[in-house]
């Protein structure tokens, strides 16, 4: 499995023109935290057949192998085992990295029942070297049992809840064919609150159905929600997908680098200076982006963004209304 460094971003003279995860970890470890990928095995509820035998396509950007493309190794792999090879990989270039998160990354990790769930999380835990957990999910599968489930892990460990939103519009979801609406996202979301546990939010910023007014107020939205922490992600053509036949059908734009970089420099101007910004550009296998071009250009967005931050002389908050 692949495992992502929480790096903090630095910018000209040291000066933060975002909140970093990897500010965030070291204020709260001590020193800094890496991620370890792991790979439960987990289904979507949005692809395959449905309890009512209904036939659910999945998203239109979705292929799951781009994201973990050793599935099929991982399926004969144990969670400890998962993270010890993440972590043998990752000291290789870092020696000195010392702590952990497990990442429960693919798929939707919160689709299935609790016993299942408490046992692979704990699993993870009892890693000597993991100091907590990042569960990636859809709205879609936070019942009360999950919700009670990670509410106990949260009072014994860090544990950071990620909710694939993408969009707040309508009209978005339906491009996307996300298989939820809004409103089913902002209840999962409260009643998550109510659980008292860290919630990160995951966007897809420039999406073909959106314009400027459009992601403004999905910024100011987030803004009043106030997660934990959001993920910024540009739509990626990613093969075998419904989105690559819209692409090679001439049928799609996507943002040049410069317009995506308008776009996340704007946005994370109106969201409030204390939310962490996880992530500001999509990462894929390189194997299976189709485009844009500069998506497989490592570390292209982040620096193009960096740049523009400095251009600007502008910062995360700096329009955010309370």
């Known amino acids: 499995m692949s495992a992502e460094y929480v790096k903090e971003t630095k910018v000209g003279n040291e000066r933060f023109f975002y909140r970093t995860l990897g500010e965030a970890m070291r204020q709260e470890f001590g020193c800094g935290v890496w991620k370890v990928s792991v790979d439960a095995g987990f289904c979507c509820p949005n692809a395959g057949v449905d309890d009512l035998g209904n036939i659910r396509n999945g998203c239109i950007f979705c292929n799951i192998n781009s994201f973990a493309p050793n599935r099929q190794l991982a399926a004969n792999k144990t969670i400890l085992a998962q993270i010890d090879e993440g972590i043998t990989r990752l ?11 497990a990442y429960f990354q693919p798929s939707t990790n919160t689709n299935a029942p609790t016993k299942k769930l408490e046992k692979i999380y704990n699993e993870a835990l009892k890693h000597p070297e993991v100091v907590g957990l990042a569960i990636g999910t ?11 489930l990670l509410e106990k892990i949260s009072q014994q460990t860090h544990l950071q809840l990620e909710i694939g939103l993408q969009s707040i519009h309508q009209k978005s979801l339906e491009f996307l064919n996300r298989g939820h609406d809004y409103k089913t996202f902002a209840n999962a979301y409260q009643n998550a609150k109510n659980h008292n546990l860290k919630i990160g939010i995951h966007l897809i910023i420039g999406l073909p159905t959106e314009n400027n007014s459009d992601l403004n107020k999905t910024a100011d939205e987030i803004a009043k929600l106030k997660p934990n922490s959001i993920k910024l992600h540009n739509l990626c053509v ?11 059908a001439d049928n799609l734009k996507l943002p040049t680098i410069h317009e995506y970089a308008e776009m996340v420099v704007n946005f994370i101007e109106r969201i409030p200076p204390d939310i962490i910004i996880d ?23 982040r620096n193009t963004i960096n740049n523009l931050l400095i251009q600007k002389n502008t910062f995360q908050g700096k329009y955010y209304n309370k």
């Open 91 to 101: 000291r290789r270039h870092y020696p000195k990295a010392q702590k952990f998160i």
């Open 138 to 148: 859809r709205p879609d599968t936070l019942g009360e049992d999950v919700l009670e």
């Open 238 to 248: 990613i093969r075998d997908t419904k989105l690559a036949d819209y692409w090679h």
């Open 279 to 301: 992530r500001i550009a999509s990462e894929a296998n390189d194997d299976y982006i189709i485009a844009p071009d500069w998506s497989k250009i490592k570390h292209a967005a």
